[in-house]
């Protein structure tokens, strides 16, 4: 059996991603692709036990590489139990943040340093990088006008503007570390331009995919 692809979907917080998602996996299921959404943190039971622990609003004495570990603890679990095994079984594997939102949350936004989370990371993926990445560029300011009326906002979301505009500056930085793989799109567009543009990027891999 040939594997699948692994996507990830990437951008601040208010960047539009669930609703793209939602959007473009409802198309490609009809278009009789096989395929398994996903999310981080969490993803598994035992990811998402740890997503508790990560985003609780009374969690403020957590360190800020005890967050990283925490991180990269939950990815490993999710990889392992749930990415791995759908990826060896042909699915179309579409995730909600991956690796590239620890390099910008912690690495930039908690100033850790991009390249010491990077070095957590790569020990908690074995080298399991997405084969496409689309990242939703957005204005932090906007992004969080957008989640202002949500009922449940988790630690991260109550964050300083400082700190979110420091996460949109590491996201820029990652895009360029990894420009092969990482796909920028305007997130200020409307939710069907965003949607849109998300299914080329993963048609075009897919495409690809198939044709060699």
Not at 27 to 37: A, K, W
Not at 102 to 111: D, F, H, P, V
Not at 140 to 149: D, K
Not at 159 to 177: A, D
């Amino acid at each position: 059996m040939r594997k699948g692809l692994f996507l990830t979907i990437e951008g601040c917080d208010g960047s539009g991603k669930t609703t793209a998602c939602t959007s473009v996996i409802e198309r490609l299921t009809q278009e009789g692709y096989d395929v398994m959404y996903s999310r981080e943190p969490g993803g598994s039971d035992i990811a998402e036990q740890i997503r508790k622990v990560i985003l609780d609003v009374k969690n403020t004495a957590m360190d800020v590489r005890t967050e990283a570990l925490l991180y990269a603890a939950s990815r490993r679990q999710h990889l392992i139990e749930k990415i791995i095994p759908a990826i060896n079984q042909g699915k179309i594997v579409i995730c909600d943040r991956f690796i590239d939102s620890s390099l910008a949350y912690q690495g930039y936004g908690r100033e850790i340093g991009i390249e010491d989370v990077l070095k957590i990371n790569q020990f908690s993926i074995e080298g399991y990088f997405p084969d496409l990445t689309i990242y939703y560029d957005i204005d932090p300011q906007s992004g969080l006008n957008r989640i202002a009326s949500r009922k449940n906002l988790d630690r991260l979301d109550v964050e300083s503007l400082n700190f979110h505009n420091r996460v949109h500056q590491g996201y820029q930085i990652v895009c360029q570390m990894f420009p092969d793989r990482i796909k920028v799109i305007d997130a200020s567009k409307s939710k069907q331009e965003v949607s849109e543009q998300t299914y080329q990027l993963i048609k075009e891999k897919i495409n690809s995919y198939e044709s060699r």
